[in-house]
């Protein structure tokens, strides 16, 4: 449907320095995926949408929607942005302050050189995509009258209303307030699913791309650092920026002693070795880092005797604080700060001795950025 | 996908043609504008220069080049005279507007003082009152036998004159009153915008009404009052009203009027001369410029809008409340009261002559029946406001998309972008020149119609066309204008439907004040209009040079009302918009 072959745009800063844009971009997307780019900002991320949607010229590689090529810097081919048949979503939803909701939406009939549409049908694809973004009746409001949500649905509307196969989204929620932002992000889940659209979407609000994703690329300072399903990312994070980007996680550095990808031994600080798992085997003697999440680690007293299969490190407790559903820990391992979340019901004060547990599956051993 | 790549070939021809097609008009728009700015400012410039250092035949063959005008510099100790009282005349005139203007404009703006809208009032009267009107009404008022010097015999017994108007205090004075009302106008926007925390900050710490004001209001305004004062400057080392009008008949010659008087009051015209003269103008026109623009950047340093919320809280005079009052009437007598009644004084007498109260008895409409059923009269206004309505239009369109071009950096819009500033380094009556030696070389019958001020007009409006086009374009968010590309739009459907609806309150107000300034325009008019091609300006020019100053009053009392209603248009459109 949507594929980007070795695609780069790079905004150079002096020599060989970047400030930004993305670098070899490459991924192919199968018809009626939900696609997120996700990244801190300056990534990359929204120069890519950019490229796709014809507003950005990319420096070299190929875009193909639909196989046919929209892009090809090598046969200089570019389909300029209103060609390529692509319904967009703004940050600032681009709403025309000068026109009507109708008209907003109607825009893309009326300037269509593709098809010439009649006043009948023009009419009724409008009020069509009204009613499926839940602003029916609302066609004759003045568009500046409404409220961010319902402009946002004005948005969504006119960039759905000529039916485009590719529906790109450039944080549509990041202008919303934090309830609504929860409702539109259900809500347009289900427009994608239900019109069978390829979309997407850009954010850096990881919540946003893990429940709405069907594929997510992780991208930093212009590299897709993983490309998978929202639980490959999660629970298989390819390196160390992903593990950190995606929830909370602790890193600890150590020395590979080897193993079969489900039996690694790392040996951390003060000799002490963990058990941990792995995408592959591992060589010996490679410096590794381990993710472990906060929420995977139990808590007990220092003296108690644990789960036998389990790692078992021994720390200090240096501050706690009650976030409602958890306790959140700091505690202090050999020279390392480690996070813990545990159920509030058991307490560890400041300054006690603790044994934290994991087991070797939450260890996650990854290649030293 | 694999089926898809053997779809490849067939399929890249077709979008290669759609992209070739599609992308030539922005291309195609460039060029377009670019040829025709190139032909709009660059003969003007190349014949200016090439003149200045050619000898040219009886015949109006070339005769080789000299630098033989340039020469003349060097013997004759007249340009040094009349660059000495170039600088003094705008030095002086810019601190008198500075005052003037500046003290009004803080007080207006921050101050809760009343009688606010007198200012505003003079303000956009002037705006549309031509500057010769002006200059005409406090020639009487300050002449020899005006009431200012009425006045004073009367007081003093002394058959003298306080002041004699035809020198250089009298051009000062002039000058600076007619650059006031539009330094009020911009300073009070810098105050505007001035957070009044800051001023309040000053007061909670001890400081009084002075000490805050020169401390917070006036220092943090600097960097705009400077640019605005070199601006001013710049205005008036160009001016030609004032010099012409109150210099020429005192003996003090400036710049500009030499320029003037080596065309008009030789004969033949001594165009390489005038041209020499020219280039050494445009030069220092534009070295101020330069620093001009490096001031204008920082201007903007110290203010400090914060959001929309932003409401600014009147400064509390206290007990000074009364003399900001006066200070604010008097600048209301003195720039529209006075003189506005000096024109109706001159309008209902039958010749010029002193206010007495005998004369009172002679009043009569005479000459507003004159103008009314005149046809020389109706034929200038007419002409006027075709010249205004074709140059205020052209320069809007051309600067629409030239402001598109530059603010969204496409291809060739730097170029463009300074094609179209350029005119800003000639001083009207170097446009003049320059154009009246472009008209008689080429071979159009344009030289004397109403279409050569109209074109020059154009050219020499563009820049104030291009600020506003270019200004507007900057504040519309570009994903507006990126959606209707998605969306399917070509970028001329784009422009078309998006930007010239959105741009539309910056376009309008643009097209006022071009035509404002354009049917006020003399120093161009003096030089280029003939006589089928009379202007209003020029008309008024005359009539005063030719002592009808009766019908010149009464005739620019009406032109003055008719301007004046469009300047409130002006003024409402802009004040909306901020």
């Given at each position: 449907m949507l594929k980007l072959d070795n695609v780069s745009k790079v905004y150079p800063?002096?020599?060989?320095?970047?400030a930004g844009g993305i670098r070899n971009a490459d991924f192919n997307l199968e018809p009626g995926t939900f696609f997120t780019m996700l990244?801190?900002?300056?990534?990359g991320k929204t120069t890519t949408l950019r490229c796709i949607a014809g507003l950005e010229e990319p420096d070299k590689g190929r875009i193909l929607l639909d196989g046919r090529p929209i892009f090809d810097g090598a046969a200089g081919v570019s389909v300029p942005m209103h060609r390529r048949n692509i319904g967009m979503v703004f940050q600032s939803y681009?709403?025309?302050?000068?026109?009507?909701v109708f008209e907003n939406v109607a825009f893309p009939l009326k300037v269509s050189k593709a098809e010439r549409y009649s006043t009948a049908e023009i009419d009724k694809a409008v009020h069509g995509a009204l009613e499926v973004v839940g602003l029916?009746?609302?066609?004759?409001?003045?568009?500046?009258?409404?409220s961010g949500g319902q402009q946002q649905r004005i948005a969504l509307a006119r960039a759905i209303v000529h039916r485009p196969k590719l529906l790109l989204l450039d944080?549509?929620?990041?202008?919303?307030d934090a309830t609504l932002r929860e409702g539109m992000r259900t809500e347009l889940k289900r427009l994608q699913t239900e019109l069978g659209i390829t979309a997407v979407y850009v954010t850096h609000d990881q919540t946003e791309a893990l429940a709405m994703s069907d594929v997510i690329a992780v991208i930093q300072k212009g590299h897709v650092q993983q490309f998978g399903t929202p639980q490959d990312i999660y629970f298989?994070?390819?390196n160390e920026f992903v593990a950190g980007f995606i929830g909370h996680t602790n890193i600890l550095r150590g020395k590979s002693l080897g193993g079969s990808a489900d039996a690694v031994t790392v040996e951390i600080g003060g000799g002490v070795r963990i058990r941990c798992h792995a995408d592959a085997d591992q060589r010996s003697g490679e410096t590794v880092g381990v993710s472990i999440r906060p929420e995977n680690i139990v808590l007990a007293g220092g003296h108690e005797v644990a789960n036998e299969n389990n790692n078992r490190l021994i720390g200090r407790v240096g501050s706690v604080s009650f976030l409602g559903n958890v306790l959140h820990y700091v505690v202090t391992v050999g020279d390392q700060a480690m996070q813990v979340e545990s159920n509030p019901d058991r307490r560890f004060e400041p300054g006690s001795e603790v044994a934290l547990s994991f087991a070797p599956r939450h260890g996650r051993v990854l290649p030293v950025a | 996908m694999a089926n898809s790549d053997t779809r490849f070939n067939s399929i890249s021809t077709d979008t290669q043609m759609a992209q070739r097609k599609s992308r030539n008009p922005t291309l195609w728009m460039s060029a377009l504008l670019g040829a025709i700015l190139t032909i709009l400012v660059l003969p003007a410039v190349a014949i200016l220069i090439g003149r200045s250092v050619s000898i040219t035949n009886p015949d109006a063959s070339f005769g080789g080049f000299t630098l033989q005008h340039f020469a003349r510099f060097l013997t004759t100790p007249d340009v040094l005279t009349s660059t000495y009282n170039s600088i003094v005349f705008a030095t002086l005139s810019t601190v008198v507007a500075l005052l003037f203007g500046g003290v009004q404009a803080w007080l207006v703006e921050?101050?809760?003082?009343?009688?606010k809208s007198l200012a505003y009032l003079t303000t956009i009267i002037s705006l549309g009152t031509p500057y010769i009107l002006y200059v005409g009404a406090w020639l009487f008022l300050?002449?020899?036998?005006?009431p200012v010097n009425d006045v004073y015999r009367l007081l003093t017994?002394?058959?003298?004159?306080?002041?004699?108007?035809?020198?250089m205090s009298g051009m000062v004075l002039i000058e600076g009153f007619l650059w006031s009302p539009l330094v009020f106008l911009l300073l009070s926007s810098t105050f505007r915008v001035a957070n009044a925390d800051l001023e309040e900050a000053a007061r909670m710490s001890g400081a009084n009404i002075f000490q805050t004001i020169w401390a917070v209001s006036v220092k943090m305004a600097m960097p705009a009052i400077l640019a605005l004062a070199l601006f001013v400057f710049i205005r008036a080392i160009e001016a030609f009203e004032v010099p012409a009008m109150v210099g020429m008949p005192g003996g003090v010659d400036v710049l500009t009027t030499d320029v003037y008087k080596s065309i008009k009051e030789t004969i033949p015209p001594d165009l390489g001369y005038a041209s020499a003269y020219s280039v050494v103008l445009l030069l220092v026109v534009g070295v101020l410029l330069y620093f001009y623009g490096r001031l204008a950047k920082n201007a903007?340093?110290?203010?400090?809008?914060?959001?929309?919320s932003f409401r600014p809280r009147p400064f509390d005079l206290g007990s000074y409340r009364w003399i900001a009052e006066a200070l604010v009437l008097f600048n209301f007598v003195l720039l529209l009261l006075l003189p506005l009644l000096a024109l109706l004084w001159l309008a209902l007498q039958p010749f010029m002559r002193a206010?007495?109260?005998?004369?009172?008895?002679?009043?009569?409409l005479d000459h507003f029946r004159v103008v009314f059923a005149s046809e020389y009269y109706r034929e200038l206004a007419m002409n006027t406001i075709v010249v205004g309505v074709v140059a205020a239009t052209a320069a809007i369109i051309l600067t629409f998309f030239v402001g598109w071009l530059s603010a969204r950096r496409k291809p060739g819009g730097v170029l463009l972008d300074q094609l179209a500033t350029a005119?800003?380094?000639?001083?009207g009556i170097v446009m003049g020149v320059a154009f009246l030696m472009v008209f008689l070389s080429?071979?159009?019958?344009?030289?004397?119609?109403i279409w050569a001020l109209a074109i020059t007009y154009t050219v020499r409006y563009l820049p104030y066309g291009l600020r506003y086009s270019y200004a507007g374009i900057l504040q519309i968010h570009k994903e507006l204008e990126e959606a209707a590309g998605v969306a399917g739009a070509g970028p001329l459907t784009m422009l078309r439907r998006i930007m010239a609806p959105l741009l539309s309150p910056a376009l309008v107000s643009g097209w006022l004040f071009i035509f404002l300034i354009a049917t006020k325009e003399l120093a161009v008019a003096a030089l280029l209009s003939g006589p089928n091609s009379q202007v209003v300006a020029v008309g008024m020019y005359d009539l005063w040079v030719n002592g009808q100053g009766g019908e010149l009053a009464a005739f620019g009392l009406v032109w003055a009302a008719v301007m004046t209603c469009l300047a409130f248009l002006f003024y409402a459109l802009t004040k909306n918009k901020a």
């Open positions: 800063a002096g020599k060989n320095e970047y990244g801190p900002s300056g990534c681009a709403i025309w302050p000068h026109m009507s029916g009746g609302y066609g004759a409001r003045s568009a500046t009258q409404l944080e549509p929620l990041s202008n919303l298989r994070p390819a | 921050r101050s809760n003082m009343r009688l300050l002449g020899r036998a005006g017994g002394s058959r003298g004159v306080m002041i004699d108007v035809y020198s903007g340093k110290y203010s400090s809008i914060t959001g929309k206010v007495r109260l005998s004369a009172f008895p002679a009043m009569s005119p800003l380094v000639f001083p080429i071979p159009l019958p344009i030289y004397g119609t």
